[in-house]
T-cell receptor, first 115, second 113 residues
Framework: DQQVKQNSPSLSVQEGRISILNCDYT??????FLWYKKYPAEGPTFLIS?????DKNEDGRFTVFLNKSAKHLSLHIVPSQPGDSAVYFC??????????????FGKGTKLSVKP | DTGVSQDPRHKITKRGQNVTFRCDPI?????LYWYRQTLGQGPEFLTY????????KSRLLSDRFSAERPKGSFSTLEIQRTEQGDSAMYLC???????????FGSGTRLTVV
């Protein structure tokens, strides 16, 4: 049973346009969500996160939106750049501030930004 | 602070051999996680340490797998009698107390032939 789902395996956008990556989750106990970017042969790199008590968090070109009622979050990248081409993972965690908090990942979306 | 270090970066082994990976977390981070990532999948949780105590193990962690974190510093992950299905990227992450982010290492790519 996959608790975090990224239903689009790939996404292709033109440089300068907006990239929107989507993520759905099933466990209402998740209280924190993170986006990671991953290049081949490297570990995931933290991008941006959001607490379940918020509905938006922005950091430069990256904005994450959370719709708790729909159990849906999205990552917006504006404007998209060729260097953004990577696999993006959505991750969720229960009891983020507690003693454990292992991440549950989606399968990832491969973003290609074309010049 | 040099981030999370993992060694080796790549390991090719014959089926049935034992392998051991090492993870050096960020020095002040007391929480350490091991994940496994196979092709087309996201990282999957294997086990978690808080300081030297192993507090949780996933069902993915069969009896052939063992992890340690002596003295609450570096951690090792050993796989005994490797199988081809063990071929994957093994990722280590560490995290400080409270609301700090998770920092991943570059991973160890294991290929079992």
């Amino acid at each position: 049973d996959q608790q975090v789902k990224q239903n689009s395996p790939s996404l292709s956008v033109q440089e300068g346009r907006i990239s929107i990556l989507n993520c759905d989750y099933t466990n209402s106990m998740f209280d924190y969500f993170l986006w990671y970017k991953k290049y081949p042969a490297e570990g995931p790199t933290f991008l941006i996160s959001i607490s379940s008590i918020k509905d938006k968090n922005e950091d430069g070109r990256f904005t994450v939106f959370l719709n708790k009622s729909a159990k849906h979050l999205s990552l917006h990248i504006v404007p998209s750049q060729p260097g953004d081409s990577a696999v993006y993972f959505c991750a969720a965690v229960r009891n983020y501030g507690g003693s454990q908090g292992n991440l549950i990942f989606g399968k990832g979306t491969k973003l290609s930004v074309k010049p | 602070d040099t981030g999370v270090s993992q060694d080796p970066r790549h390991k090719i082994t014959k089926r049935g051999q034992n392998v051991t990976f090492r993870c050096d977390p960020i020095s002040e981070h007391n929480r350490l996680y091991w994940y496994r990532q196979t092709l087309g999948q996201g990282p999957e949780f294997l086990t978690y340490f808080q300081n030297e105590a192993q507090l949780e193990k996933s069902r993915l962690l069969s009896d052939r797998f063992s992890a340690e974190r002596p003295k609450g510093s570096f951690s090792t992950l050993e796989i005994q009698r490797t199988e081809q299905g063990d071929s994957a990227m093994y990722l280590c992450a560490s995290r400080g107390g409270g609301h700090y982010g998770y920092t991943f290492g570059s991973g160890t790519r294991l290929t079992v032939v």
